[in-house]
């Protein structure tokens, strides 16, 4: 299923995609008299409502059809509201590594972000008045289902809820004033992450997905997830080891060449207001951002 977080009147609900269309569940709850979460993380938290989503889902999805509502019409919030933790993970695919002349890691290079940068698809992000070298970055995220701590890369795919599309965004300006990347990451809105929550069910093999950036209509990434160098089951081995992973936080997976990073110098076009940057990875949907 392709779960979301949306506002509407200025309220936020929790929905899910039907035929293309975005119903709030509270009118899934008005037909039905169940009651379910006002957003994805309590599905995430209790993933009984799950399969009872699934069921009642299955029963009116002929009227669901019916009152869903365009989804161009439709205000997105992130899809996860309250990550205990975003966790980063840097040059992750080998071109990338190579386009940005760093070593290769041979163990995942680990970040993080905060709650400030979380927002939404279709949600404009406004470059900060202290950088001029603002950067996309597309990544596949992973989303935490269940308490997971020392599980075995065999095992880790079962505690995950679900994917999504995710855009590091950095000011590399920032990022590189001292050997912390914090200040280049965690600029407000920096972590966009949509449109949709899309449960592991429609998602066969996290590892094969195709995930390609656009500026303003401009290709500017084209990869697949295969190419990464630690898989998602790694990555998720690796850190349950150091911390333990709580239902609802979010691994950004890393980002494929064609950030504007690794071209020459005077070829970086960076990010600038008026622009559009949009990310797709198969199975999970498109996420825009307008830059400001």
Known sequence: MKLANIIVDGTEQFAIEVNGGIVPISILSEM?????PKSTDGVIADQTLLEKLKTTL???????????IPKHLVQFAPCVKNPGKIICIGLNYRPHVTETNMELPTEPIVFGKY???LTGHRETIQIPSNSEKVDYEAELCIVIGKQTKDVMKEQALDYVFGYCIGNDVSARD??????QWLLGKNCDQFAP?????VTTDE????????????????????????????????????LSKHMTLEPGDIIMTGTPEGVVLGF?????????????????IDGLGQLINHLE
């Open 115 to 117: 709650a400030n940068t």
């Open 264 to 280: 020459p110098e005077d070829k970086q076009i960076w990010l600038k207001s008026g622009d559009v940057v949009t990310i797709e």
């Open 203 to 238: 998602i066969e093999n996290p590892n094969s997905l195709n995930i390609r950036t656009f500026v303003n209509g401009e290709k500017r990434q084209d990869s697949n997830t295969e190419t990464m160098i630690f898989s998602c089951e790694t990555l998720i081995e690796d």
């Open 32 to 36: 039905t008299g169940i009651e379910f």
């Open 193 to 197: 992450v949509g449109p949709y929550l």
């Open 58 to 68: 299955l029963e009116n999805e002929e009227r669901c059809s019916i009152v869903a």
């Open 174 to 179: 920032l990022q590189f004033r001292s050997h």
